[in-house]
């Protein structure tokens, strides 16, 4: 049993499990009422006086809670990251795994700190992460003091954390990832970080209390390969005292007050290949700096008071694979200084001042993968000029100005997977050019010109996973009728159309629909829950609800 219980000594630690925007306490479809404070039933509901029967997984885990010390089980990683009701009672249990415990994960939980009081004991533990806990203080952090094994240590949002509790953490001389997200008292506590040579990543994300005199003491941070500062009071000035950390690949400053000043140090490290200026104070002033940053990868800029001029100093940074220029005072002509760009696989020009005479000079863009065009002036006549443009991906045409023709010069694109035409003026005739599209995984047309005639060029894109016809207030059930040929659909909108809970059996054959929603049309939640119940078990997300 303890060797099921075991992961291999070199298995990286998975500190996030994904992202998670909401604590899974509080998601409606969670299902972990079994880790709920007892682990076996009352034998009697006080309601109703009546018998209940616990679920064979609550009676396992009762089983095993009550006969685990018989087994030889050596656990090594523990995560109960998000689940409910975990207080200092569990910490017992978890403790007592002494040596073994490698990683633990009780992100969200209601742990104290006098539950950290023995952590001491599991001296080999190398990951811990206590997210959102916001019960642990600086006396906490004086428990976790003597873990010199440590790799990974987490504390994203937690306001009780003070710079002087930093101390704690000097001698965590093994550190190599610290993540203080969103702690809003640690302004002055990262001189203890001096001595943490060999820490590779540190998040300060959405740390307000941060200014320049915080970043003196990164400076001896030489191995620091990733930085997050965004949200900070971080100038020009706290910058420059980063220009002898020249194994930093990532740099994230969106947010703070930086100018184009701080070009002058970052362009001292070399081997900078993520940099993130979004809603920053650039202007034209100073970003000629830019062009000595050969190694870029990716550059967002998006938010900035930038304009043509800057773009000039952008066409050297040939491995350029994204960039991001959403909202900036970007027109056609300055388009031409992206032409030698071949690597970029991502371009992001929404709302920038950009018309179809731009995009002649993307054409040769041949390895893009995604283009957001978004709130342009971008017509018809121009997306002809997309047409070298054979390995593209993910289209976003998210503007009023493009019709049937629009989407019949688009039709050499054959490697989409994505495509955006919400509010373009799409009517059952220009649907004829979707069959073209063989590879769409995803397709929006949300502009109100389609009928149920329009829907026959879609039900073939077998492809598809994601649909939204959502504002063709035409459809009716007859279009759910050819949508159920479409079986691998895991989201569905229909949002304002003429369908019906009639109409409803069509989707039965969907198996794999996750998402569906309904919203302003002639179908009640009942009919949608009972469609659930006993047709569609997949569902978890629909409207109305």
Same mark, same amino acid.
């Given at each position: 049993?303890?060797?099921?219980?075991?992961?291999?000594?070199?298995?990286?630690?998975?500190?996030?499990?994904?992202?998670?925007?909401?604590?899974?306490?509080?998601?409606?479809?969670?299902?972990?009422?079994?880790?709920?404070?007892?682990?076996?039933?009352?034998?009697?509901?006080?309601?109703?006086? !009546?018998?209940?029967?616990?679920?064979?997984?609550?009676?396992?885990?009762?089983?095993? +809670?009550?006969?685990?010390?018989?087994?030889?089980?050596?656990?090594?990683?523990?995560?109960?990251?998000?689940?409910?009701?975990?207080?200092?009672?569990?910490?017992?249990?978890?403790?007592?795994?002494?040596?073994?415990?490698?990683?633990?994960? #009780?992100?969200?939980?209601?742990?104290?700190?006098?539950?950290?009081? @023995?952590?001491?004991? +599991?001296?080999?533990?190398?990951?811990?992460?206590?997210?959102?806990?916001?019960?642990?203080?600086?006396?906490?952090?004086?428990?976790?003091?003597?873990?010199?094994?440590?790799?990974?240590?987490?504390?994203?949002?937690?306001?009780?954390? %003070?710079?002087?509790?930093?101390?704690?953490?000097?001698?965590?001389?093994?550190?190599?990832?610290?993540?203080?997200?969103?702690?809003?008292?640690?302004?002055?506590?990262?001189?203890?970080?001096?001595?943490?040579?060999?820490?590779?990543?540190?998040?300060?994300?959405?740390?307000?209390?941060?200014?320049?005199?915080?970043?003196?003491?990164?400076?001896?941070?030489?191995?620091?390969?990733?930085?997050?500062?965004?949200?900070?009071?971080?100038?020009?000035?706290?910058?420059?005292?980063? !220009?002898?950390?020249?194994?930093?690949?990532?740099?994230?400053?969106?947010?703070?007050?930086? %100018?184009?000043?701080?070009?002058?140090?970052?362009?001292?490290?070399?081997?900078?290949?993520?940099?993130?200026?979004?809603?920053?104070?650039? %202007?034209?002033?100073?970003?000629?700096?830019?062009?000595?940053?050969?190694?870029?990868?990716?550059?967002?800029?998006?938010?900035?008071?930038?304009?043509?001029?800057?773009?000039?100093?952008? =066409?050297?940074?040939?491995?350029?694979?994204?960039?991001?220029?959403?909202?900036?005072?970007?027109?056609?002509?300055?388009?031409? =200084?992206?032409?030698?760009?071949?690597?970029?696989?991502?371009?992001?020009?929404?709302?920038?001042?950009?018309?179809?005479?731009?995009?002649?000079? #993307?054409?040769?863009?041949?390895?893009?993968?995604?283009?957001?065009?978004?709130?342009?002036?971008?017509?018809?006549?121009? #997306?002809? /000029?997309?047409?070298? #443009?054979?390995?593209?991906?993910?289209?976003?045409?998210?503007?009023?100005?493009?019709?049937?023709?629009?989407?019949?010069?688009?039709?050499?694109?054959?490697?989409?997977?994505?495509?955006?035409?919400?509010?373009?003026?799409?009517?059952?005739?220009?649907? =004829?050019?979707?069959? !073209?599209? %063989?590879?769409?995984?995803?397709?929006?047309?949300?502009?109100?010109?389609?009928?149920?005639?329009?829907?026959? /060029?879609?039900?073939?894109?077998?492809?598809?996973?994601?649909?939204?016809?959502?504002?063709?207030? @035409?459809?009716?059930?007859?279009?759910?009728?050819?949508?159920?040929?479409?079986?691998?659909?895991?989201?569905?909108?229909?949002?304002?159309?003429?369908?019906?809970?009639?109409?409803?059996? @069509?989707?039965?054959?969907?198996?794999?629909?996750?998402?569906?929603?309904?919203?302003?049309?002639?179908?009640?939640?009942?009919?949608?829950?009972?469609?659930?119940?006993?047709?569609?078990?997949?569902?978890?997300?629909?409207?109305?609800?």
């Amino acid at each position: 049993m303890g060797g099921a219980c075991s992961r291999k000594q070199g298995q990286q630690v998975n500190e996030e499990g994904g992202y998670r925007g909401v604590s899974r306490r509080y998601s409606r479809n969670g299902s972990s009422k079994w880790l709920g404070a007892s682990f076996y039933r009352a034998a009697v509901d006080g309601k109703e006086g !009546k018998a209940t029967c616990p679920s064979l997984l609550e009676l396992c885990i009762y089983e095993i +809670c009550e006969k685990i010390d018989q087994y030889d089980c050596a656990l090594q990683d523990i995560d109960l990251g998000e689940y409910p009701e975990v207080d200092d009672s569990w910490m017992e249990v978890i403790l007592s795994q002494g040596s073994s415990l490698l990683s633990a994960d #009780l992100s969200g939980s209601d742990i104290t700190d006098r539950a950290l009081f @023995h952590i001491k004991d +599991c001296e080999n533990i190398q990951a811990l992460n206590f997210n959102f806990c916001d019960q642990i203080s600086d006396s906490g952090l004086d428990s976790i003091s003597g873990l010199s094994n440590l790799t990974t240590l987490s504390f994203k949002r937690n306001n009780n954390i %003070t710079a002087e509790g930093m101390s704690a953490l000097s001698g965590l001389v093994n550190l190599l990832k610290l993540d203080l997200e969103r702690c809003p008292g640690i302004h002055g506590g990262l001189v203890h970080l001096r001595g943490l040579s060999k820490l590779e990543a540190l998040n300060l994300n959405c740390c307000n209390c941060i200014t320049d005199a915080d970043m003196e003491p990164l400076s001896e941070l030489t191995n620091l390969k990733e930085l997050q500062v965004s949200s900070s009071k971080v100038t020009d000035c706290g910058v420059a005292f980063l !220009k002898g950390l020249h194994k930093l690949a990532l740099l994230n400053m969106e947010r703070c007050p930086v %100018t184009a000043a701080c070009l002058d140090s970052l362009s001292a490290i070399m081997g900078l290949l993520y940099l993130n200026l979004s809603r920053c104070k650039l %202007t034209g002033n100073g970003c000629d700096k830019f062009s000595r940053l050969k190694a870029l990868k990716v550059l967002n800029l998006g938010f900035n008071d930038v304009s043509d001029a800057v773009l000039v100093h952008l =066409n050297g940074l040939i491995n350029l694979e994204s960039l991001n220029l959403d909202s900036c005072r970007i027109r056609d002509d300055g388009l031409v =200084n992206l032409a030698g760009l071949h690597r970029l696989k991502c371009l992001e020009l929404s709302d920038t001042e950009i018309g179809s005479n731009g995009l002649r000079h #993307l054409s040769g863009l041949v390895n893009l993968k995604s283009l957001n065009l978004s709130f342009t002036v971008i017509t018809d006549g121009g #997306l002809g /000029n997309l047409s070298g #443009l054979s390995t593209l991906r993910s289209l976003n045409l998210d503007v009023r100005q493009i019709t049937d023709t629009g989407l019949a010069a688009l039709t050499s694109l054959t490697g989409l997977t994505h495509l955006d035409l919400f509010c373009a003026k799409i009517t059952d005739a220009g649907t =004829n050019y979707l069959r !073209k599209f %063989t590879n769409l995984q995803s397709l929006e047309i949300c502009g109100g010109g389609l009928t149920d005639a329009g829907v026959t /060029n879609i039900k073939d894109l077998q492809s598809l996973v994601l649909l939204n016809l959502s504002q063709n207030n @035409h459809l009716t059930d007859a279009s759910l009728e050819l949508i159920a040929g479409l079986t691998q659909l895991v989201s569905l909108n229909l949002s304002n159309s003429q369908v019906t809970s009639k109409g409803l059996q @069509h989707l039965k054959p969907l198996k794999k629909l996750k998402s569906l929603s309904l919203e302003s049309t002639k179908v009640s939640a009942n009919d949608i829950k009972r469609l659930h119940e006993y047709d569609l078990p997949n569902l978890v997300s629909f409207r109305p609800e």
